[in-house]
């Protein structure tokens, strides 16, 4: 049996990106932005080249001058670096740049209503729990078919006639989109976080999930590290596609097919936490701090620091 190992396929950026972050971290920071801006170039390259250049010529303009400039504020009394200024194209579907930005954010929102959500409901423990559909050649047909099953999955939990999921207090899941390994096929999945008591039974869970989906009983369920949630949470809050992993071609394939769509959702008492309005890290608790403005310009391969 093929089991996801969500851990093991995400050696990503994340982790750190804009949730702590002091002047030692930034030129490591700024090295990652600017390896996802060449990624993000070389998608626009290809868009620029293939048959869907005219359509896609607003978002090929976009996503070239995404993050060409870089303005960072090192409030330095606290040692704190903050993204303040950039031209983002907000296109996380085609821009590894903007993928990074809108996951750190939305991974900082959910951890801070976690926060809140354990002072209220001591009991409750995070789960992650991995869910797929088998493989096929129609991008769009398997997403729509995962997404049905999911919702079904979780109106089973409402009506309360014993699901393998009664026990879920809330939740957040996201959509993932890669090519299977060996069937060049698409394999869609999700993750999410699920708080409970007791943890879901993953062979109930498989059962159910292979009543439902008629073609899939592969699910993981595993304890997240109370310690350390970032690692879990992570799962839930990196990227909808592995843009490093996958041909330009592949990218702008299920941007089409998935664009407009929502990969991210909750339920329960994970409800209602704002989507980021925009991808520059929150520095509200530092307003009347000192701070020295670094600004970065990218110039072909890299970011260089222009002035302070
Ligand atoms: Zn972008």
């Known amino acids: 049996m093929r089991r996801d190992r969500p851990e093991s396929e995400n050696p990503d950026l994340l982790a750190q990106d804009g949730v702590s972050g002091g002047i030692e971290e930034l030129p490591g920071r700024v090295d990652r932005y600017g390896k996802a801006k ?3 170039l070389d998608v626009a390259k290809y868009i620029g080249g293939s048959d869907q250049a005219q359509e896609l010529s607003k978002q090929h303009q976009r996503l070239s001058s995404c993050g060409d400039y870089l303005v960072f504020r090192h409030y330095f009394t606290v040692d704190q670096v903050k993204l303040h200024g950039a031209r983002l194209c907000m296109q996380h579907l085609l821009c590894p740049l903007c993928a990074i930005r809108r996951g750190a954010k939305s991974l900082r929102a959910y951890l801070d209503r976690w926060e809140l959500i354990k002072v209220e409901s001591p009991h409750l423990r995070p789960f992650l729990v991995t869910l797929t559909v088998k493989d096929g050649p129609d991008l769009l047909e398997r997403f729509k078919h995962l997404k049905k099953a999911q ?9 309360k006639r014993g699901s393998s999921l009664d026990g879920v207090a809330g939740a957040v899941w996201s959509y993932e989109v890669k090519r299977g390994q060996g069937s060049g096929d698409w394999h869609p999945h999700l993750h999410m976080i699920a ?4 943890q879901p039974d993953a062979r109930e869970l498989a059962s159910e999930w292979h009543n439902i989906t008629g073609d899939s009983f592969i699910v993981d369920v595993r304890p997240i590290d109370q310690e350390d949630p970032v690692s879990g949470f992570i799962e839930v809050f990196k990227y909808a596609v592995k843009f490093s992993d996958q041909p330009p071609a592949d990218t ?7 664009r407009g769509r929502r990969l991210l959702a909750s339920a329960g008492c994970f409800r209602g936490v704002p989507e980021p309005e925009d ?10 701090l000192p701070f020295v403005t670094l600004f970065y310009r990218y110039l072909g391969k890299g970011y260089s620091l222009q002035g302070a």
């Not at 919702?151 to 009506?159: A, M, V, Y």
């Open 38 to 40: 060449n990624t993000a």
């Open 151 to 159: 919702h079904e999955l979780w109106k089973r939990r409402q009506r």
């Open 195 to 198: 708080l409970a008591e007791h």
């Open 252 to 258: 702008v394939h299920a941007f089409l097919a998935l």
């Open 279 to 288: 991808l520059m890290d929150d520095a509200e608790a530092l307003e009347g």
